[in-house]
């Protein structure tokens, strides 16, 4: 194929956001793709027993009402909507989530030293704040953070607080005040004060069904993943043994697998691209035999002794998730090649997952198993390491100069979701219209 178009690497939302914008503006994209089938994280897949599991839970919360319209047009119309209802499992505790304002229901001696520690905390009103660990002893004060954020940090980011930075927060951590955390320990009226509010998701499908619109505005060729870029010969050689030519390229491939291809990409590029961190996940499927009975959509988890850090309630997403009289549970079990490599099968993690769910009392019994799988997710959550930061700078610098646009949650690097991947890799086609343009 002749090399005068625009490529975009990886089939995810992110890509199809560069598609999408580019097919507005009468540009019809070809997207490469290693897997299958396209859709990256927000693959949905159907079992033989009639399930249907999403990557780990995807739930669509966007306030951005073109996308939320995108997305509509996708699942042609088909979606259902509620108000998002998440809890905390804590030691053999249910709390309503976030749970800096929803004590209620813990140990006394617990709860008053949470409200002692976060009084003393915010008697200091300029606190030195380093790392992640200073800001959620300064935010919670030290009981709170150190029972519950500390501990789900280690399980949902794979290291410890302190060896994070604080730029990734915006509105995610609530920062309670006292009168709302002395009201949600001592009634249990919930608070509505979570980051998410009312959330959508396919009716039927799973929520790959939100890409439908955007599929066909481009060629999108599966089973070519990319094992060479020569940016100087605008040329990309695949896994293969193919190679094609190249006009301008988007790249949402992750940058650790990015940079590595680029030919003749500086040694302290390579080396920048070896610092940055992210998480793997292992998302154990359960099946059971029975409905339930349960108002989250899905639910964090704390204790140590739990592989996974959330679990989130299938049917309560849609009923045609699970077989007619059925439900199921997706846990996520997170680790990383920096601070937790996984030396295991994921599948090893399956019957870990169904004792915590045993042990939290959402699984009766083995007995009520019908379907158990698991999922490996290679590239699942970015890390906010204090590398990042400087690591960032040097890649993106580079792509910038090798005329590269990076997108998505890998290619930017950074905490976003679904929607803000989708917006993201359409402000990366028009970077690349516009050196398009300029290089002409
Ligand atoms: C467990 C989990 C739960 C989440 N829950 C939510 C949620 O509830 N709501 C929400 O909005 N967001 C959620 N997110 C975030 C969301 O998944 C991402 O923001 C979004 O899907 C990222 O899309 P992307 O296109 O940037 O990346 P990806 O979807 O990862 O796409 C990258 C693509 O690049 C391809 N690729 C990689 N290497 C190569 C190569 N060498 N050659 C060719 N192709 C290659 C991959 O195959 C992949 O298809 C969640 C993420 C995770 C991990």
Redesign the pocket.
């Known amino acids: 194929m002749s090399g005068g178009g625009y490529t975009i690497?990886?089939?995810?939302?992110?890509?199809?956001g560069a598609a999408n914008y580019l097919s507005d503006q009468g540009i019809r994209a070809r997207i490469?793709?290693?897997?299958p089938r396209?859709?990256?994280?927000?693959t949905s897949h159907d079992t033989v027993d009639g399930f249907n599991f999403d990557?780990?839970?995807?739930?669509?919360?966007?306030t951005n009402e073109r996308v939320k319209d995108l997305f509509a047009k996708g699942a042609q119309g088909a979606f259902e909507t509620g108000k998002v209802y998440c809890n905390n499992y804590w030691r053999g505790h249910w709390i309503k989530h976030p749970a800096q304002v929803n004590l209620h229901g813990l140990p006394t001696d617990l709860v008053v030293a949470c409200i002692r520690d976060f009084v003393a905390a915010s008697a200091n009103p300029s606190p030195e704040i380093n790392n992640y660990e200073d800001w959620i002893n300064a935010a919670f004060g030290e009981t709170f953070a150190q029972t519950f954020p500390a501990v789900y940090t280690v399980k949902y980011h794979t290291t410890e607080a302190k060896n994070l930075t604080t730029d990734w927060l915006g509105p995610r951590l609530y920062r309670p005040k006292l009168d709302e955390m002395l009201h949600g320990a001592l009634t249990q009226e919930p608070l509505d004060v979570f980051y998410v509010n009312e959330y959508r998701y396919p009716t039927h499908g799973g929520f790959e069904s939100f890409l439908g619109h955007f599929l066909p505005k481009a060629d999108i060729v599966c089973n070519?993943?990319?094992?060479g870029i020569d940016v100087a010969a605008k040329e990309l050689t695949f896994a293969n043994g193919k190679r094609e030519a190249f006009g301008n390229l988007i790249s949402?491939?992750?940058l650790p697998?990015?940079i590595p291809?680029i030919r003749g990409a500086p040694q302290d590029v390579r080396n920048a691209a070896q610092m940055l961190a992210c998480s793997q996940?292992v998302?154990a499927n359960i099946g059971i035999n029975r409905p339930i009975d349960l108002k989250p959509q899905w639910s964090y988890f704390y204790d140590e002794d739990i592989p996974f850090a959330r679990v989130s309630h299938r049917s309560n997403l849609s009923p045609n998730t699970v077989p007619e009289g059925c439900a199921a549970f997706q846990a996520?079990i997170y680790f990383s090649e920096k601070y937790r490599p996984l030396n295991d099968a994921p599948d090893a993690w399956i019957e870990p997952a169904i004792d915590g769910l045993i042990k939290a009392g959402l699984v009766e019994s083995r007995d009520e198993i019908i379907h158990r799988s698991a999922m490996f997710?290679p590239?699942?959550?970015i890390i906010f390491d204090h590398d990042r930061p400087k690591a960032i700078e040097i890649i993106h610098g580079y792509l910038n100069d090798v005329n590269i646009a990076y997108?998505?949650?890998?290619?930017d690097w950074g905490y976003?979701?679904?929607?803000?991947?989708f917006l993201?890799?359409e402000r990366a086609a028009k970077v690349s219209m516009s050196r398009a343009v300029k290089i002409r």
């Open positions: 690497l990886g089939s995810g939302v992110a890509g199809l490469l793709d290693a897997r396209p859709g990256g994280l927000t990557e780990g839970v995807h739930i669509s919360f966007t070519h993943e990319v094992v949402s491939i992750p697998k990015l291809l996940a998302v996520e997710l590239f699942a959550n997108c998505g949650r890998f290619g976003i979701w679904t929607d803000q991947a993201s890799g």
